[in-house]
């Protein structure tokens, strides 16, 4: 080989070498740049869709997504979704239609624009609007795409419209009639008229455990209950649907779906809560009160089963004006309805504004009322009375606290056992008052010499006084606040009170106030505070968070989340716990609780009976929390009746016979077996009981007959005999329903009472007072 050649050959190979490096360095910049745009596409994906989807030339339509349902335990729907239609207007196409390839005037005259004069008398006809709004609105919204004209359309409504519109599809020939040929070009000539399907929450069991769910406003935004408290997980992503033209003037369509909310089941067990709530409905008509409630719990797993209270109202109407007439006058109401449908529209229109400002071919046009703005006097005024909506719509039993009275007394000789200053042998003597300081605190009768047990059986506060100062400040508070007292239960309800300010500060932990706090009296706290502190005092001492949603579940029905028994803290030991419960259990055997046994059942309780302030006496808050089976409890019912509409309002047995009446059905509802043999004179009682209620159905089905016929006697003039039927029927309900009212008078004054008896001093007055 010559040089030469030699020479080539190197050059040769060495410029190979360096393109294959420079080949290798563009294969890996592309390669990085790839795996670059793969990052930025993964990362910010939605980001650039929007931006494409922003220079598109389109009109796009809000694809509404479903609130998740609220289910009860047994797959029961509580709260579900009906679908509704807004009516949105394009002007701009309209008038661009209807005008295009006319001269703007012919003869001097301007050309009538057949579209827009036909899409308006169509929307006239079919759904009432004015013609000569719906003019005014698409002349002067003329360059707009999207203009909202009504909301709350219904099904029936749209699709005779929609049926309207597939004519403009159809074809005619020379056998078709005239008026179907006419129809068809006039449905040709609507043009402009969308439909923007959304929801509507619906409450089929209108008021039933209406403080548990709340109910939504404008927005899918929850207030109060379950619909509030987990109104993130219930709530979806709305999706849109954009049309537009492509380079080949062929329209196109490019969706983005919904994203529907995820669905909750909740602890709530409906059959349990239809009992409560039809026992307090006839516990506030025959007696009445300032505020009742029932709470229905598993002491096993702090699941709430059901809770209840006075003045339910209409979860699909929550401004009824009936149910705020009870609280407030008419002008009140007025003023209230007229500030919550202001915050709604203000609400709506923020929402628009916010799914238009993404659209940059699109304006979302909506009416304004062009009222001068509120001074701010005005709108605090205003924000007052609709604070006022709050006492109709909050949850009593976890909102509101007041004294306990003596179903605390428990958790004193608790705290005495489980940390050995009691042992169980104790004895007292009750002298029917105890001088503490300068104040002699009173007790409901005299006991003389009196045993721990009974102490607690028959409700004694000299007793509890006495247990108290061995327990001594630390002993007492620690376990107050360990029962969940002054604390938060963690409850997933909204509206929660906050009780640490109504628990004595430790600076006035004073002599008096201690021997008050030991049977109830002078601090405060919540129907779930008692509820779950008494829980924990008598299933072995476990502290579950309260809770009432079980589980999560998509949109297809699949489990996403499960909602396990929580334990917050350990209370007292088993061998308390066990000690407690038969304590309890002899309450209703023979002490303050013997109405509320039921045959063939072990059941415990306590009863409370606390004087409010002032103390004068009259005011009473009186209670009663039963469990059952005592010695394994599965079921436990707290009632509270806040100033009962009776002459004595000291009388637990008001409390007491409620809960028994909630506890005879529930227990059936749950299939908790009886653990106790029955007597013969029980066998009877039970068989008479059952005869009754047998009696009472006949007489209300006979009653309902009755109310049919008379229905069919207003259409037919000839059916003259069933106003006597009726009168029967209505007959033999009043006689049942006044041998009710007759047992529940026997049983007031046969019942034991109970009077806490506390002091009137300075320092508990205060204290409640704060």
């Known amino acids: 080989m010559t040089k030469k050649k030699k020479k080539v050959s190197r050059l040769t190979t060495a410029m190979r070498g360096k393109l294959s490096v420079v080949f290798l360095v563009i294969v890996c910049l592309f390669l990085l740049l790839a795996i670059r745009l793969a990052y930025w596409t993964i990362r910010n994906g939605d980001e650039f869709e929007t931006i494409v989807l922003g220079q598109q030339n389109h009109t796009s339509s809000t694809i509404a997504y479903e609130r998740g349902r609220i289910y009860d335990r047994n797959g029961n729907i509580l709260a579900s979704n009906e679908k509704i239609y807004t009516l949105v207007l394009e002007p701009k196409n309209i008038i661009d239609v209807g005008t295009a390839g006319q001269d703007e005037e012919e003869d001097g005259q301007k050309k009538e624009n057949k579209v827009l004069e036909t899409t308006i008398q169509v929307l006239n006809e079919y759904f009432g609007f004015s013609e000569d709004d719906l003019r005014q609105t698409i002349e002067e919204n003329a360059n707009s795409y999207y203009v909202v004209y009504k909301r709350n359309l219904n099904y029936d409504e749209v699709s005779a419209f929609r049926e309207f519109l597939a004519k403009a599809d159809e074809s005619w020939d020379a056998n078709t009639p005239a008026d179907e040929k006419a129809e068809i070009e006039r449905a040709r000539l609507v043009e402009g008229v969308m439909f923007e399907e959304n929801y509507k929450r619906v409450y089929p069991y209108k008021d039933l455990a209406c403080r548990i769910l709340g109910f939504t406003s404008s927005g899918n935004s929850g207030n109060w209950g379950i619909e509030q408290y987990y109104n993130d997980t219930l709530n979806g992503t709305n999706g849109r649907s954009y049309y537009y033209f492509n380079q080949e003037l062929t329209q196109e369509q490019t969706v983005k779906p919904a994203e529907n909310g995820n669905s909750v089941v909740s602890t709530i067990d409906m059959q349990i809560q239809q009992v409560i709530e039809e026992k307090l409905a006839e516990f506030d008509k025959d007696v009445g009160s300032k505020m009742t409630s029932i709470l229905v719990m598993d002491p096993r797993n702090g699941e709430v089963l059901g809770m209840a209270s006075s003045n339910p109202y209409d979860l699909n109407d929550p401004m009824n004006e009936e149910e705020l007439l009870q609280l407030y006058s008419q002008e009140e109401i007025d003023k209230m309805k007229e500030y919550t449908e202001e915050k709604e529209s203000e609400e709506s229109s923020e929402d628009e504004a916010d799914e238009a400002s993404t659209e940059e071919n699109e304006e979302d046009t909506t009416a304004e009322d062009g009222s001068e703005a509120s001074t701010e006097e005005e709108e605090e005024d205003k924000m007052t009375i609709y604070d006022g909506f709050y006492q109709l719509w909050r949850n009593p039993i976890i909102s509101d606290a007041n004294e306990p009275g003596s179903t605390y007394k428990p958790f004193t000789v608790a705290a005495g056992l489980e940390t050995g200053v009691l042992t169980g042998n104790e004895s007292y003597y009750c002298t029917g008052s105890l001088n503490v300081g300068s104040w002699n605190i009173g007790c409901s009768h005299v006991h003389g010499n009196i045993s721990l047990e009974d102490a607690v059986a028959e409700s004694c506060n000299v007793a509890m006084m006495n247990i108290a100062f061995n327990e001594g400040n630390d002993i007492f508070y620690q376990y107050q606040n360990l029962f969940g007292f002054g604390r938060s239960t963690g409850i997933d309800l909204p509206g929660e009170a906050q009780t640490a300010s109504l628990i004595p500060a430790e600076k006035n932990r004073d002599t008096v106030t ?81 109405k509320a046994q039921i045959p063939g059942y072990s059941i415990g309780g306590k009863t409370g009976t606390a004087e409010k302030i002032p103390r004068n006496k009259e005011d009473y808050y009186i209670s009663f929390v039963g469990f059952v089976p005592a010695e394994d409890p599965e079921l436990l019912i707290y009632v509270t009746i806040d100033e009962p509409n009776v002459d004595h309002q000291a009388n637990a047995a008001l409390a007491v016979n409620l809960e028994r009446e909630c506890m005879e059905e529930i227990v059936k509802i749950l299939g908790i077996e009886p653990t106790e043999e029955l007597t013969e004179e029980e066998k009877q009682q039970m068989e008479e009981k059952k005869a009754q209620e047998e009696a009472e159905k006949e007489a209300a089905k006979e009653e309902q007959e009755a109310e049919k016929d008379t229905a069919d006697a207003s259409t037919d003039s000839t059916e003259t005999d069933t106003a006597d039927d009726d009168s029967e029927g209505t007959g033999a309900d009043d006689a049942s329903t006044q041998a009710g009212q007759d047992d529940e008078t026997n049983d007031e004054e046969d019942a034991s009472t109970e009077d806490d008896g506390s002091s009137e001093t300075d320092s508990a007055s205060s204290q409640d007072e704060e």
């Not at 129907?527 to 072995?540: K, T, Y």
């Open 514 to 594: 201690l021997a008050t706090n030991a049977f109830g009296q002078n601090f405060n706290c919540s129907m779930m505070q008692m509820a779950a502190g008494f829980s924990s005092l008598i299933n072995g001492g476990n502290y579950y968070r309260p809770r009432v949603v079980k589980e999560i579940q998509n949109d297809q029905g699949d489990v996403v989340e499960e909602k396990e028994p929580e334990v917050l803290r350990e209370t007292v030991s088993e061998e308390t716990s066990e000690t407690m419960r038969g304590y309890l259990k002899k309450t209703v055997e023979s002490g303050t609780g013997t």
